[in-house]
Structures are given as C-alpha cells and as structure tokens.
C-alpha cells in the first residue's frame, strides 16, 4: 500500500494540489491513476473470497457423492455467490482498473472525462461487495438466512419465492454495482471519444483501446437491462408487484427474455478487455507487429454486433419454436469474429522472437482457451445439440474457458505486464512464472475434467453425466473420479493465487526499481507503446514499423517512438 | 527461493530454451485433453432406435470431429511457435512485409464461412427433424404406428406424471411402452424445472402456466431391468429423469425414472396398474385405421393427440 501512496503522492505534487491525506486521500481522490489502484485492490480481495467459495464446494463436490457437509440450500448458495462475485466483481473492477489507469496514458490525455463519476464507480464496487456479503456474516452469526441462493442468473419465480434477505441484497448489490458500472462505461466511452490525443486517429488507436471502445460500447447497452431485470424481480419481492408470477398474470419466461438481452452481451464485456490486452503484449513480446491491424478491428467489430443478437441461445429449451434457427445463424456468426482475432494472433507470433515472459504465456493462454472455449460453445448455439448438453458440466467447462481463460488470463496478463509501471517496481519473475505454470495448467485442466464430466467422456464413468448445480451425484456415484481430479487441478490452481497475491504484496516493498522493464528485455525491437514510451505514437502495423525501420533490420530502442510518430503517409 | 534477488527479477522473465521446452509441453497438454475429449465424443455410441438422441448424435459427431481438426490444428500451430520461435531459439523475429499472408487470411476467412454455414444448414435440419417436428412428423420419422399422450408436472421437488388411459397419477416412476412414440407437455406447479432425459436427447423446461411439448420414441427394450404390477413381472428398461434448471434446494434430488416396457407388456402392465393402455394410431405404417388418419393434417393430428389425453384423464378422476 505505501508505494501507491507514495506514487500518488508524487502525482499530487506534480499537479500542485493541496488536497487531503491519508485515509481521506483514498477516499476523496478523483485521479485516475488513484482510482485504478482503487479498482485493482477491489477486483483482487473480491478474487480471493470468490477463488475461496469455489474451493470450498469444490471440496465438497469431491468428498462423497452424497456429501453436503455445506447443506443443500448453503451449496446452492455459495455457487451463486461464487458466479455473482467473480462475473460482477472481480473481471469488471478489474478491467476497469485499467481502462482507468491506462485510458489517458494511451490517449495522451490528462484525466478521465468525469473523474467524479470515475470515483462513484471505484467506490459503486465497494458498495455493492459488501451489500452482497454482509448475509452471509449475518448467516455464519446466525443471525439472518442463507445469502442469495438462486444461482446468478436467478430466474423468477425461484427467485421471487425465497424467503430470505440474502436474496433482496443479492439484487441491491449487483444493482448498486451496476449503476456505478453504467456511468463508469460511459466515463471510459466518452475519454476516449473527446480526450484522445488530437493527433491520435481511430486508426491510430492501439488495439486494446479499441477492445476497450467495443467492451464500454457492449457495456452501455447491456447493463440497464440487468437493472431492468432485477429491479423488477425487487419490486416484485417487496412491493407485491407481479412481473413473472403467472399467478397473478405475469410471465416466468419475460425474466429470461430481459436477462439474456443483458446476460450475452455482458460476456463480451468480460472477454474482450482480455483480447485486447493479449493483443498488446503478444505481439510486443513477439517482436512482430500486430497482423492485420484492419481485419482485427473489424472483428471485435463483428462479435459485438453479433452478440446483441444471440441472447435466446440460453433458452433453447424453454420452448423457443422457430425463432431458434434466427438465434442459431446469429451465435455460429460469432466463429468468424473470433475466428479473425485467432488467425491473427497466430500468424503475429509465427516467425517472431516469443519472449515467454509472464505477460505473454498468460495471453498465449488466451488464444488457446478461446480456442477452446469456442469448440465447446458451437454445441450451445446449435439448439439441437444444446438439448442434450444443456445444464451438464459441459456448459459449466464451456463458460468457465471463456471467462476465466480469455477474459481472466487476459487481464492477468495485463496486471504482469503494467505492473510495473502501476508500481515503478518488478515484481518477482520465478514467482510469476510459477503462478503463470500452476494457474494455466490448474485452470484449464479443471475445466476440461469439467467438460468430460459434461459430456461423458471422463474415462471411467461409462458415458454419465454431471448436471449442473447439483449439491449432489447420487445418480451415478461413478463421476466421483472426475470430481476428484478437478478439485486437484483447483487446488492447484488455488495455490498459484496465494503465489500471485505473495508475489504482489512483497514486490509492492522489495521489487527492484525499474522504470520499464520491457524496454530492457526487448532492446533493439521497434513497437513502442504509449503507455511506456507516450505519444506521439502509430500502431505497429507491418507498413508502420517497415517504414519506420526504413530497410534497417535494427533500429536502437532509444528514441524509436520519435521516429515511429515522424512517419507520415503509407496506409494499412 | 530467491525472494532477495533483486537484480535477477528482469532477467529472469526472458525465456531460454529449457523454458520453451516446458511451456510448449504445458500447451501441448491442454491439447492432449482436448483430443482425448472431442475424439471421444467423435466415437460415441450411436444410440440406435432411440429418438430424437439418434438424429443428434449423427450431428454432434460430425461437430466434433470438425471442432477437432480445426481447433486442435491451430492449437498445434501456437504449440510449435511457442517451441521453435521463443527467444531462446532464436536470435532475431524475422519482419512482417506489408500485406504477408493476405491471401492465406482470405482462405482462412472462406473456410470458416464454409464451415459455418455448413453448420448453420445441417444443424436446422437436424433441428427440423428433432425438437421442431411435429409429433406426426416425428411419427413418420421414426415409423411409430401408435402414440400414447402424457403430461410431466414438474414441483418442488417431485415429478408427476399423467399418462393417457392410466387411471393414477404416476410419481416415483413411469413406465411407457416401446415402439410408441410418446408425446408429452411438461409445465411446473411453482417454479421453473427442466425435464431432461440426455439418454433420450430430451431437455424442456417446465415453466408455470406453459405448455411444452417434445416426443421421444425408444426402439426395443433390452430388459435390464423390470416393473413389478399386480404381482406380474415386466422386463423394462430405465432412464433417468434428471432436473436441468436451478429450482431451490432439493434440485439435485429430482431424479426420476421412465421404465419401457414392451407395447405387449404395456397393455398388461397398464390392466394391472389400474387402466388402459390408451395407444392411438399416428396415420404412419400399417392397419386398417390408420389409414383414415392418414387423410388428417399434421395439425389436426395434433389436437386429436391433445384431446384424447385431456378426455381420458378428465374421465377418470
């Protein structure tokens, strides 16, 4: 902690404020470096108690077929507090960690458009943890019911009929969060819409500010449907009001419509920060520009727009007639998008110079769970495989690769990759490299073995599978196995964070001092960044660095953002 | 552990060969299970003269394997890179002319346009053919003369089912006969369930206030197991009815069973269980009747399916 103080006490004075100090300091500060910070620390304590309610039903899961040690109502709660904490919490804040951070420094920018509303959404987190959690104190102190406990799409009526507080403050949390989060995507929209740089063009803009335009752009339009959704699901609880409840004239099945219009565009929102990120430091590690600049824009551009379009592939079985095949054409749309990104990542490493630093094993991950993350997911856009894999740990493997090893590793990478700059300090390499070795293997094993018992093809289990949200597999005993050794690989993955957050705390005090490490590593290749180097600044596409290179194969690091930004003319 | 090793931190981070070999194992590792996964669901049995998970089947391997060679080809490319291409294999990257691999970028694009509108066409057939069929057109699919009507009601946490002709209301367990393609909605007393036989190939949900319709037809009965009525003996065979969606705490507790027993076995099963085995033509096959219903629409075959169902139960309570 007492280096960012010392960091953003150095801001301060840079600028001649005056303002308060110590905890008020925190509390009060509109700087966008500060409120980063501010974000990080959030998404990473929320990591750990979301990592922790995983290992613990994982546990669970793998102790006996019928083993509730946590009862059946407290599994069912702790998988949705699991899902709210990480999807809602950790990759949001996250990102939004360095979209803050980063934002003015790729823009060339001073601050974020309304820093005020900047500080609303740091603090919007906060809020929204702790209305989240406290049932859940107030449940180990016995002192209210089990907290929200519906699984984290929670339709109604399951979700109208729970007589616990827990479930109202489920709703008030994600909501408060939400709000804080629309102002928050529409601050990051704006600064990069009015803040850039004037002589920064769109098609000057590094990839990951143009994943973060796509993320914030998704954003906007998916989250007040969330609060849509679950307001009314408040309203219904509390004031008697009648949404969903066909009793009273409502329809159970207008939730799902709602929720899903925010639920798949929100998914892009999670991954696409990621991409981008991956983006960034695969092809600088990989000393070659970014292939296909153009097609990869167009891409991210594809995948958002399609995913607008997708929502009912979640509700294939609730009795979708023919609009399913419109759904079906629409979700298959998405292999293209990504189908782009991948191509491109490949082909900017094929023939490069692969530093396997921690920033790019953790995004070479990213192109390997998208991947697979999108094998698997060609069967639930296709409403008739989905029928038979529907709510099998298939979907439960599918949805973990695309949030954890795209969205998650991403901005892993990210933490490793700026970290430095966030801290002016390395963190430790062997350290990192355990965590990048111990989280890669550990989490994509887990989510294979989650896959097979998915789909029955664990060896052993002669072709049983695992439905999802079930406490408990009396119905086929034989997938304890499989269970087993995705707790394992959870364990595993588990001990890379405790690693990680090591890492992080003792590099916060004791990391060497460095300015920027990379420049050091990769001296002699030619892709500033503006993060690093600042602007002036030219995407590194194939004709940027060859005209900047000017027929020279080495051009000396020193002063190569300069001559990068002299280059005038020349198209992609 | 080097904790205090400052000066290596930096130099740490650049990879040499030994870590190009590791990583590229940890890469090809995750291939590993992704080969043995998909090619395992290339090699699934065919469930022969069980609909619709057959016609399914078909299609999931067909997506499989394609999934497999073309995802596990391009895993393989980032394997080989991370290997042959990592700084501690080579002394410089080489430069990317302007425009490099622009008509392999095309290709690509093409080939994924291919594959997926292949997908996109075969997939609505084998939706047309499975859960978008009408129950006539299902009939006429699989060759089933006779239907018999049934209703799930899904509860907290319980199924009920309601078969056509039997006077009680089934609970722990249902038996149908084989040969018979069974047509059944499925709604919910409170909130939302999902009747989900993966066996079959069957998931619905079971919403409140709606009616879901799907059929399912089960070929031959193997005898693994049997029913007990009036003291009689059935040979039969199990599926498990499973819960797919979230419905509070007894969720993983909603496991029920449909027994099959032989259209024979049926009628006398359905005689000592307190009934009739209220079979109805479907107009597909052989038989002097059905023929006549042959003349019917497929929609009018459906009301008639509707009504008898609802007739029998109303008459019998």
Known sequence: MSTETADSHDHEEEHGHHGPTGWRYWLYTTDHKVIGIIYLWHALFAFGLGGLAALIFRTDLAAAPDSVYLSLLGYNSLVSIHALTMIFFVILPLQGAFFNYMLPLFLGADEMAWPRMNALGAWGITAGLAILYTPMVGNFLGVTGVPTAAGWFQYPPLNTMMHSIGQDAGIIGVGVFAISSTGSAANFFVTILNERDPDMDWMDLPPFVWFTVFTNILALYSIPWVLDALGMVWLERNLAMSFFTARAGGDPLLYQWIWWTFGHPEVYVLVLPGMGIAAEVISRFSERPIYGYKPLIASVAVVSVASMGVWAHHMYATGLAASRYAFMVFSMLIFLGFGVYIYSMVATMWKGRIHLTTPMLFSIAVVVGLLYSGMDGAFFGQPATDLQLHSTYFVVGHFHFTIVTVGLFGLLAGIYYWYPRMTGRMYNARLAKFHAFTTILGMMGLFFTMSMLGDGTFPGTGGEIMMRRYATFTYAPELLTGHLVATGFAYLAGIGQIVFFINLLWSLRSGEEVSDPWDELLSGQNMPSPEWDGLPYRPPTAIAVSETADGGEDVVSDGTSDETAQVTGGDD | ?317
């Open chain 2, 1 to 317: 552990m080097a904790l205090g090793d400052r000066v290596e931190t930096v130099r740490d981070e650049r990879g040499d060969m030994f870590e190009a070999v590791i990583w590229s194992l940890v890469f090809l590792f995750t291939l590993v299970l992704f080969v043995w996964e998909f090619v395992n669901g290339v090699i699934e049995p065919e469930e022969a003269g069980l609909f619709p998970v057959a016609t399914i089947v078909d299609f999931k391997q067909t997506m499989f394997l394609s999934a497999l060679i073309g995802g596990g080809l391009f895993v393989l490319l980032i394997v080989w890179a991370v290997f042959r291409y990592s700084s501690g294999m080579r002394d410089r990257a080489e430069r990317m002319v302007p425009g490099e691999g622009r008509f392999l970028l095309t290709v690509f694009v093409l080939a994924v346009l291919v594959i997926m509108s292949t997908t996109i066409f075969v997939g609505a057939s084998t939706l047309a053919q499975t859960d978008e069929a009408s129950p006539a057109q299902a009939a006429e699919q699989v060759g089933a003369s006779q239907q018999l009507h049934m209703t799930v009601t899904a509860g907290q946490w319980f199924w009920r089912y309601d078969v056509a002709g039997i006077n009680r209301t089934q609970g722990e367990r249902v038996v149908l006969p084989a040969n018979t393609l069974i047509v059944f909605e499925t709604t919910s007393a409170d909130v939302i369930h999902s009747f989900a036989i993966k066996s079959l190939g069957i998931t619905k949900d079971a919403i409140p206030a709606q009616m879901n319709t799907a059929w399912f037809y089960v070929g031959e009965v193997h005898g693994e197991t049997s029913v007990q009525a009036g003291g009689q003996t059935f040979a039969a065979d199990r599926y498990e009815v499973r819960c797919a969606e979230l419905c509070g705490k007894g969720h993983s507790k909603m496991i029920g069973s449909v027994y099959i027993v032989s259209q024979e076995d049926y009628h006398e099963w359905a005689e000592a269980f307190g009934g009739e085995a209220a079979l109805e033509a479907t107009g597909v096959g052989g038989g002097g009747h059905s023929e006549e219903e042959g003349g019917h629409s497929d929609d009018e075959g459906m009301d008639m399916g509707g009504d008898s169902g609802s007739g029998s139960s109303g008459g019998d309570h």
